[in-house]
């Protein structure tokens, strides 16, 4: 495995001393527009460029890893996409929204995997803190609470800056400790930042952030307070408190802890052939959130960030338009009916297994059946006909709506002069 670092400025320096000592399975060049950096790698026996397509046209490395000023991350990622080489990136994607999206979908495109070096989720501590939210400690998620609190040595010169050199990394953690989405984000910045996001499953998460602060200063990922409807979870300061039933548990030991880093996790993607945890996809969430707390500010209303979840476009089938499948005999009954599969088992994330369109012409039938631990819906759209239900008979018409829970029996017969026409679905229980 060979590697090119680009950029040994600033991060890229702590890159480079990271790489050279604990990766020396991966051999290593540097490409630097500077060539006054070359004297931070003088003597290590490391390739260094200054030109960029000269570095991989000669080293012809297998990934890239960008450590750029974000004003320079487009250019950078788009050199190594042009070389179809896999991109390990230092946020943010991009230097705006718009441009990060379009790097997004390129990399999604062209199957060139493409990962962010997230770190706050890699902390130990983090990673035990999101182990008891999965396992129910508290039950489901209401409320979480988070704040940031420090002094920064060089104050951010545009303090907006902050959502993308920072609180992206907060936003990536809310999304990673509840497993859900953001979908309503409000924000004020004056002395200090305030957020109130609306998430997926009626969460409310609030985030207040200071790079100024006169007081006590957090840990970078923040003390966070996660109220559940059985207990609470807060990390203080390196250390997480357990309340419940009326006890208190502390959590202060996290050697045990499984938290590969995050070029390790990139590297095993590679090899595994999956997308990585922190892939650019899903980082983009998170530069969005960033996104739509600036419009937030600027605007001074609650802001809607669905658009930004990353979940496809619209589906949209429709049943008149999708062709019959050939006509067959329904579980026994009378006839050929003609029916059309719209959704498959597969579309669905829940347990529905199915959505179909059937049409039943006079005298034919749905032949009595039942589904065992499924429940199985029935709508009318236009005809009339009779449904039987566990051995009980009702003549059904436009508008009704069947309901066959697990283990019923069911059947629908055609006793009319024109096509019953319906929708059903059917869910799997559990």
């Not at 996409?81 to 230097?95: G, H, M, Q, R, T």
């Not at 297994?353 to 059937?358: A, P, R, V, W």
Request: charged share 25%.
């Amino acid at each position: 495995m060979k590697a090119l670092l680009v950029g040994v400025g600033g991060f890229g320096s702590g890159w480079y001393r990271r790489l050279r000592n604990q990766y020396g399975e991966v051999a290593l060049a540097v490409a630097d527009r500077d060539e006054s950096h070359r004297s931070r790698i003088e003597g290590d026996g490391v390739p260094f460029y200054t030109s960029i397509t000269e570095a991989i046209e000669q080293e012809k490395p297998d990934v890239l890893l960008n450590v750029t000023p974000r004003h320079v991350h487009k250019e950078i990622n788009s050199i190594a996409f042009d070389y179809k080489l896999p991109v390990f990136s230092e946020k943010p994607i991009a230097d705006n929204y718009e441009d990060a999206k379009a790097m997004v979908e390129r990399a999604e495109q062209e199957q060139i995997p493409y990962m962010i070096a997230e770190n706050y989720r890699r902390f130990p501590l983090v990673r035990r803190l999101k182990q008891l939210l999965v396992e129910g400690t508290i039950g489901d998620i209401v409320t979480v609470d988070g704040e940031f609190y420090r002094n920064l040595d060089k104050p951010i010169e545009n303090k907006l800056d902050v959502l993308e050199e920072l609180v992206v990394h907060h936003f990536d953690l809310v999304r990673y400790l509840t497993g859900r989405e953001v979908g309503k984000v409000f924000a004020t910045y004056r002395h200090q930042l305030h957020i109130v996001m609306d998430m997926q499953a009626g969460i409310i998460a609030t985030f207040t952030c200071s790079t100024r602060s006169k007081g006590k200063h957090t840990e970078w990922a923040g003390n966070w307070r996660i109220e559940g409807t059985e207990g609470c979870l807060e990390l203080i300061d390196s250390q997480i408190v357990l309340t419940k039933d009326g006890e208190t548990t502390l959590f202060d030991e996290f050697s045990d802890v499984e938290s590969p880093g995050a070029f390790s996790e990139f590297l095993l993607a590679l090899e595994e052939g999956r997308e990585a945890e922190t892939s650019a996809k899903d980082y983009l969430k998170n530069q969005a959130l960033a996104h739509y707390t600036r419009q937030s500010i600027r605007e001074n209303q609650m802001v809607d960030t669905s658009s930004s979840w990353g979940y496809g476009p619209m589906i949209v089938r429709n049943f008149l338009e999708t062709e019959f499948s050939a006509p067959g005999v329904s579980h026994n009954g009378k006839g050929l009916t003609l029916g059309k599969r719209l959704f498959s088992k597969a579309d669905f994330d829940t347990p529905i297994m199915f959505l179909g369109y059937t049409e039943i012409p006079p005298g034919t039938s749905i032949g009595y059946h039942g589904h065992r631990e499924d429940e199985e819906v029935y709508i009318i759209l236009e005809g009339t006909g009779i449904m039987t239900v566990n051995g009980e008979q009702r003549q059904v018409k436009s508008g009704d709506i069947v309901l066959n829970k697990p283990w019923w029996k069911h059947g629908l017969e055609n006793n009319s002069e024109e096509p019953l026409r319906a929708i059903i679905f059917e869910v799997k229980k559990g």
